[in-house]
């Protein structure tokens, strides 16, 4: 005899909270959020240092979680999907050092300016002419449609905890005051 | 045999991920370091990679360790204790400025290159550590620790002298990658002049070649799309005072000269001549400087008329 399916563990499954995406929407998604602050800094003139300050933080904190997602989780699994993820690895390396120059630019200055135009530059190479005109159209029509969306629920739960995670906010902190009391 | 065995072990290290996460801690580790010292937009920068010397610094360095301690086994041999304490001495301190240097280049790989580094470095880190102590124990007057002590450290720094050729031959790390086309030998039109919008890449095919075009200081300039490190995109990278910086690791080239300014490429980027005709950019490579006699035919060749 078959065994009936049973429709108790069905409803007592909690419907997922989040809007499950493919991995790649994610990235995408999250990409917005960074190029949003990129944008907000552009038009924060040098007459509000404290704004430019806090934009910045915001950014690293932002940029820094996104290379976290990336690195743990996106980027092992897609490894043997497409061989662009080393260069795109490598990328990552140029966002940290523009992010720390950034940060290390006083904001009233004109080098706050040329840094900020260096990190829009930088992140829209690695986020738009590499991830999303190349690495992800590939990603998505290689990758299996299943472990897309697996790892988009994955790279979503993960950015949710990193964003309320209070250790990482202080160590990122703590960057961020040894980068600025250490600049020239 | 031998061949096919270490070409098995080779594989086995490219294709170990295991690697790859104490791998990317080091890294972060290494460029929050660097950005603390102000290594990466400073000077120290390209000094490290050898941009100074036109090719990488660190095999030169690792010429010393493998040196001295070669020495140093043949003072043991011969039982002049001092020398070979000197030599050891040496070895460590040549090892030292290797490892800053080897690890300064290994943070800009890939992948399969990326790991076989890591073992390089391991391998490296140990035989240090013996000589280390093989060092000290010798001042301490315990010579034949200090002399089993650099037997045990000696097949260590040859394995790790392997892998660090391997890099370079097998995976090309420090190598000029461009690939010394002659093409296009004549002015060949590329785009219209009126697309070429100030301050911004254009990537384009002059023949079978990939150029990228920018115009700026009122100039048109035109580099191969390619950096000579690891063979990186230029046209996705972006331009700052005068230079143009690889998206992939970092390294800044010169818009005029094509020269590297900062590394990890330490060699130029082929540059091409140009020039504007009936509204078209024309590109020709820019020839490399010849030794032919004034009024030669090549040299004839070779004069721009604009």
Redesign the interface.
């Known amino acids: 005899m078959r065994r009936r399916p049973q429709a108790l563990t069905e409803v007592r499954e909690a419907p997922p909270r989040q809007e499950r995406k493919r991995a790649t929407r994610v990235l995408v998604e999250h990409h917005e959020v960074l190029r949003g602050l990129i944008r907000r800094l552009l038009e924060t003139p040098r007459s509000e240092p404290g704004r430019r300050r806090a934009l910045a933080d915001e950014l690293f904190d932002e940029l820094r979680m996104h290379e976290l997602i990336e690195e743990e989780i996106f980027y092992p699994a897609m490894r043997d999907v497409t061989p662009a993820v080393g260069a795109a690895w490598s990328e990552h390396r140029q966002l940290s050092d523009q992010l720390a120059a950034l940060v290390r630019a006083d904001p009233r200055t004109g080098r706050f300016d040329r840094e900020l135009r260096v990190m829009h530059d930088a992140l829209e190479s690695h986020a738009h002419l590499d991830e999303e005109r190349q690495m992800f159209p590939e990603i998505e029509r290689f990758a299996d449609e299943e472990q897309l969306i697996e790892l988009g629920d994955r790279l979503q739960a993960r950015l949710g905890r990193l964003r309320s995670s209070r250790r990482l906010r202080t160590v990122h902190r703590l960057q961020r005051a040894l980068l600025r009391r250490t600049a020239r | 045999m031998a061949q096919r065995a270490l070409d098995r072990l080779l594989n086995a290290i490219e294709g170990d991920?295991r690697l790859?996460r104490p791998g990317?801690r080091l890294?972060?580790g290494l460029?929050?370091a660097?950005?603390?010292?102000?290594v990466?937009?400073g000077r120290a920068r390209g000094f490290l990679h050898g941009v100074w010397l036109g090719h990488p610094l660190h095999p030169v360095l690792t010429d010393l360790p493998i040196g001295s301690w070669t020495t140093a086994l043949v003072l043991d041999l011969t039982g002049q204790k001092r020398a070979a304490r000197a030599a050891v001495g040496v070895g460590l301190a040549g090892a030292l400025a290797a490892a800053v240097t080897g690890l300064h280049d290994w943070?800009?790989t890939?992948?399969n290159a990326?790991r076989v580094g890591m073992v390089h470095g391991t391998l490296n880190t140990l035989a240090v550590a013996l000589y280390g102590w093989s060092w000290w124990q010798r001042g301490r007057g315990h010579h034949l620790r200090g002399r089993l002590a650099a037997l045990l450290g000696y097949p260590v720094i040859m394995a790790g002298g392997f892998l660090g050729g391997t890099l370079v031959h097998r995976h090309r790390i420090g190598v000029d990658q461009t690939g010394g086309q002659l093409d296009p030998r004549h002015f060949t039109p590329v785009l219209a002049e009126r697309d070429l919008t100030g301050d911004r890449l254009h990537r384009v095919r002059a023949g079978d070649v990939d150029v990228v075009l920018v115009r700026a200081d009122g100039r048109i300039h035109a580099l191969e799309n390619a950096c000579p490190h690891l063979g990186?995109p230029l046209s996705?990278?972006?331009?700052?005072d005068g230079s143009i910086?690889c998206?992939?690791?970092?390294s800044q080239f010169e818009l005029r000269s094509g020269e590297s300014l900062n590394g990890p490429a330490t060699a130029p980027v082929p540059c091409f001549q140009t020039r504007v005709r009936d509204g078209w950019i024309e590109v020709r490579r820019a020839p490399k400087p010849t030794s032919s006699p004034p009024g030669s035919a090549l040299v004839h060749q070779q004069e721009v008329r604009p």
């Open positions: 991920a790859d990317h890294e972060q460029a929050f660097e950005n603390l010292l102000g990466t937009g943070q800009h890939h992948d990326r990186g996705q990278g972006w331009l700052r910086t998206p992939w690791h970092g």
